[in-house]
């Protein structure tokens, strides 16, 4: 079946440092690739998303590129900010007949970002 | 615009008390709507998801179970809580058009079961 794996945390890093989430997924056919954000106390937010192999997802400041031949969706920010701790999950989409589509979830990873 | 609604916010049941958290959609129509718990260190876990009114696949046996007696509401509920149903519920919608489709998620439940 299809799994996600990312890096453990907790994360902690200060202001204007370089982050770096690791992610592979294992998957039949070609999923679509997400990064989720669930700030604390509530639901999850969808950061950036990519449908197909060499696609860029991007959003405030965050990327991640869909690479097939590592299985790989790696979320990157060159500085983060403190506005930026939160829970970062991975996740996959795969038809799973008809017009459903089912999301497989990463454990999350804690990231916080001190001043 | 579309807008997820669940209700309530958070909940402390004891072991053995009955359980209904509500789901409601607005601004679509005929999503596939989705119930995820969320447990401390072990991510989200699909429990149901709904393509239709009446219609319900369970992911995993458990001690809950789920209905949709409207296209926009979704409903999970249990006859008899245990403790290791304390979690974070999250309900999610997705349009269902075909095609991969974002799920939106709801603020969350927070239950706690004593």
Known sequence: GNSVTQMEGPVTLSEEAFLTINCTYTATGYPSLFWYVQYPGEGLQLLLKATKADDKGSNKGFEATYRKET???HLEKGSVQVSDSAVYFCALSQNSGGSN???TFGKGTLLTVNP | SQTIHQWPATLVQPVGSPLSLECTV???SNPNL???RQ???RGLQLLFYSVGI???SSEVPQNLSASRPQDRQF???SKKLLLSDSGFYLCAWETGTGGYNEQFFGPGTRLTVL
């Open chain 2, 39 to 41: 447990a401390a260190g």
């Open chain 1, 101 to 103: 589509y089912k999301l």
């Open chain 2, 34 to 36: 989705y119930w995820y």
């Open chain 2, 75 to 77: 409903i999970l509920s």
């Open chain 2, 54 to 56: 009446g219609q319900i």
């Open chain 2, 26 to 28: 607005e601004g679509t």
């Open chain 1, 71 to 73: 299985t790989s969706f």
